[in-house]
């Protein structure tokens, strides 16, 4: 196995931005159908359009030598890919030889129960696991297939694992806008850290995203009615902006591409499981990297063409919430870019 040359040119766009964290969805597939994510009746890739995992692995120890320190595996949902953890048994190796700071993932959590002791096996550290509701019936209507219990015993078993459990949860209005406290506090009572996100305009759903969108500076405003919130410079490398609660003890996340867009501090892009890199996720433009790959042995083909998306990487995404009867600010939806 080839070890990795470390790099001397990191990669910097065109706003001066150094680029070091990868978001990597292995799969457009999922087992849950999330109400603001997918539509019911979602149409997935063909099998055979997407990467393999030598393929995704190469990519990613490709990133990793041009000077990507953070890889996160998404989906979808990463776990339901077949053979997942021989990938990140593999990717495992840049954390033993410190090319790699961080290997990490977001899931839904209705696999962990399975894999968490194995993940931490394979150096994962920390996960983010997306809960939007405590509420079991509330749940399955959110999530569509889901089931609460199987995601609590996921939880059960990362706690078990040692795995560091930050949840995310979208606000959304009417839904759970008024659980917001209990589920901040149920979170932090669990020694987990809790991030809020805006809903965000991808993909057509089933839903009009105008009756779903609840801003965040709304909510922290009714939370700092009940709690004294402090700003702290807490950074996991996304682009969450924290403050602590004194009342619980506890870190919260806020993640608001909307009220508060967060580009001016991007060090990230996502790769697609087909290999189709997008410099920012509020953005169509996009590079192939499928095409180098598979052209050469080498990867000097790959490592150019990662270079010139990089070189054409935006200042930020132009995210808005439109009337009634608009499309989406971009028709993919967040299973194919990774959430």
Not at 202 to 231: A, C, F, H, M
Not at 234 to 257: M, Q, S, W
Request: hydrophobic share 35%; glycine share 8%; aromatic share 6%.
């Amino acid at each position: 196995m080839n070890l990795l040359k470390k790099t001397t040119n990191p990669m910097i766009d065109p706003f001066g931005r150094t680029v070091d964290y990868l978001r990597v969805s292995v799969t457009d597939r999922c087992d849950f159908r999330c109400v603001y994510c997918m539509a019911e009746d979602m149409t997935f890739l063909p099998k055979r359009e997407l990467l393999t995992l030598e393929e995704l692995d190469r990519l990613c120890s490709t990133f990793i030598e041009k000077g990507v320190r953070k890889l996160r595996l998404t989906g979808g949902e990463p776990l339901v890919r077949k053979n997942i953890m021989e990938l990140i048994r593999n990717l495992s190796r840049h954390l033993k030889t410190g090319a790699l700071e961080e290997l990490t993932l977001t899931t839904n959590g209705s696999q962990l129960a399975r894999y968490a002791q194995e993940l931490a096996d394979c150096g994962v550290r920390r996960i983010n696991v997306s809960i939007d509701t405590l509420d079991r019936e509330k749940f399955q209507q959110i999530t569509r297939w889901g089931q609460l219990g199987k995601v609590m015993e996921g939880l059960a078993a990362a706690n078990a694992a040692g795995l560091q459990v930050k949840i995310n949860a979208v606000a959304l209005k009417g839904v759970n806008e008024f659980e917001i406290e209990n589920m901040i506090e149920w979170a932090h009572g669990e020694g987990h850290d809790f991030t809020l996100i805006e809903t965000m305009p991808l993909g057509e759903i089933d839903e009009d995203r105008t009756d779903q969108y609840l801003p965040l500076s709304l909510v922290r405003s009714r939370l700092e009615e009940k709690w004294n919130l402090t700003s702290i410079p807490y950074k996991t490398g996304g682009p969450a902006r924290y403050v602590e609660i004194a009342e619980t003890g506890g870190r919260l996340g806020f993640i608001t591409p909307l009220t508060h867009n967060f580009c001016e501090s991007c060090n990230r892009v996502r790769l697609t499981c087909t290999g189709t890199l997008y410099m920012c996720l509020g953005q169509d433009d996009a590079a192939d990297l499928r095409a180098p790959l598979r052209a050469s042995e080498g990867n000097d083909l790959l490592s150019d063409a990662i270079d010139e998306a990089i070189s054409r990487k935006p200042k930020g995404h132009d995210f808005i919430i439109e009337r009634e009867g608009e499309a989406p600010a971009v028709l993919r939806h967040m299973s194919v870019t990774g959430g």
